[in-house]
């Protein structure tokens, strides 16, 4: 395990990290962190639980993570200034139950997944990014057939992502 959140480390991590496959727990939440983050979690096939929020990482998303999908429980990777778009890749995570995206500079539209994706995902928080376009009916689906009960987007007026309230998002933004 790298628990090394709460802290005040600083700079760029390290792409050494590649050495330590067998993490499972990768959390530097609340740090000052800065620069591209590392895409470098190939073959991190018991990483579970990855957390970088809150710090200054930029750069595109380090899709990698899901590389190794089936033990990855938790993703956070919210406020920080990750730019480009969200890799389609994220629906192979197929444990995923916690997907935090918010407070980003992401851009694009948000994948669609595949009938059968995520059926554990309960919290998919997409707000404060650049997105734009139409929420997937296959994400909307969730709220029917599966776990999810949290699908927080940018969709009040004027909506970056149209997404029916409540049928689809349970939390649109900005709030007045």
């Known amino acids: 395990d790298l628990r090394l959140n709460n802290n005040t480390f600083s700079g760029p991590f390290p792409d050494t990290i590649q050495s330590a496959k067998g993490l499972v727990f990768f959390l530097l939440a609340n740090n000052t962190f800065d620069g591209d983050f590392p895409n470098v979690f190939n073959g991190f096939s018991d990483l579970e639980f990855f ?11 380090p899709d990698s993570i899901f ?3 089936d033990s990855l429980t938790i993703v956070y990777v919210r406020d920080n200034a990750f730019t480009g ?14 997907f935090y995206v918010n407070g980003n500079l992401l851009t694009g539209s948000i994948p669609p997944i595949t009938e059968g994706q995520l059926p554990e ?5 997409l707000q404060d990014n650049d997105f734009t376009g139409v929420m997937p009916d296959t ?18 007026p004027p909506a970056e992502i149209e997404c029916p ?5 349970t939390r649109c933004f900005p709030e007045p």
């Open 85 to 98: 778009p969200l890799p389609a890749s994220y629906a192979t995570a197929s444990k995923m139950r916690d």
């Open 67 to 69: 590389d190794s999908p």
């Open 139 to 156: 994400v909307c689906a969730l709220r029917t057939s599966g776990m999810l009960e949290d699908l927080w987007s940018d969709c009040r």
């Open 165 to 169: 309230l409540p049928d689809c998002c």
């Open 121 to 125: 995902l309960n919290e998919f928080l």
């Open 51 to 61: 957390d970088i929020t809150n710090n200054g990482f930029t750069g595109g998303f």
